[in-house]
T-cell receptor, first 109, second 116 residues
Framework: DAKTTQPNSMESNEEEPVHLPCNHS???????IHWYRQLPSQGPEYVIH???SNVNNRMASLAIAEDRKSSTLILHRATLRDAAVYYC??????????FGKGTHLIIQP | SAVISQKPSRDICQRGTSLTIQCQVD?????MFWYRQQPGQSLTLIAT?????????ESGFVIDKFPISRPNLTFSTLTVSNMSPEDSSIYLC?????????????FGAGSRLTVL
């Protein structure tokens, strides 16, 4: 049970912002929200994570709802290289990640 | 973050044989995990590789089929035993430093097995 809900696929145009939503309505107070992405023929790679506050790094921004039941991964300016499957994952502690189906992001040139 | 190397990157195997996949991390890590990704599917956690003790398996995975070793803090192996075509998958090793929910996982590129 992945315990997160994401759209199966989304499409965006190159050089435009992309907002990838994730629902995690049963999240506990100590669960972090992680985002990973998997490019074709590669292992997953870390994108960003947060607990309560919005987070920014060089790859993306993470906006977390005030009630923590949902979050949005923001790619500020999508490139063709951002085409991948994006996984939103909630995790508590010492366990491995439980992957859902993720969102297949398609970038149109 | 740690860099993970997996060997082999791909292999074609005959039904009934076994194959061992190696995972080497370039630094000491607290935890190591093995995942399976069947064609067109998401990743499924097989087990947590525990250093110096038996691995902890997820529901649906057993030690006889997927024996795992972790002799030290940088190395682990996964064996896929008595393979059948249903075992054709990508097997991925991952690792993290620390046991907090904030700790990030790093993944290897995967080992793509095809069983004929």
């Amino acid at each position: 049970d992945a315990k997160t809900t994401q759209p199966n696929s989304m499409e965006s145009n190159e050089e435009e912002p992309v907002h990838l939503p994730c629902n995690h309505s049963t999240i506990s107070g100590t669960d972090y929200i992680h985002w990973y992405r998997q490019l074709p023929s590669q292992g997953p790679e870390y994108v960003i994570h947060g607990l309560t506050s919005n987070v920014n790094n060089r790859m993306a921004s993470l906006a977390i709802a005030e009630d923590r039941k949902s979050s949005t991964l923001i790619l500020h300016r999508a490139t063709l290289r951002d085409a991948a499957v994006y996984y939103c994952i909630r995790r508590g502690g010492a366990d491995g990640l439980t992957f859902g189906k993720g969102t297949h992001l398609i970038i149109q040139p | 973050s740690a860099v993970i190397s997996q060997k082999p990157s791909r292999d074609i195997c005959q039904r009934g044989t076994s194959l061992t996949i190696q995972c080497q991390v370039d630094s000491q890590v607290t935890m190591m995990f093995w995942y399976r990704q069947q064609p067109g599917q998401s990743l499924t956690l097989i087990a947590t590789a525990n250093q110096g003790s038996e691995a902890t398996y997820e529901s649906g995975f057993v030690i006889d089929k997927f024996p795992i070793s972790r002799p030290n803090l940088t190395f682990s192996t996964l064996t896929v035993s008595n393979m059948s075509p249903e075992d054709s998958s990508i097997y991925l090793c991952s690792a993290k430093q620390g046991s907090s929910g904030a700790n990030v996982l790093t993944f290897g590129a995967g080992s793509r097995l095809t069983v004929l």
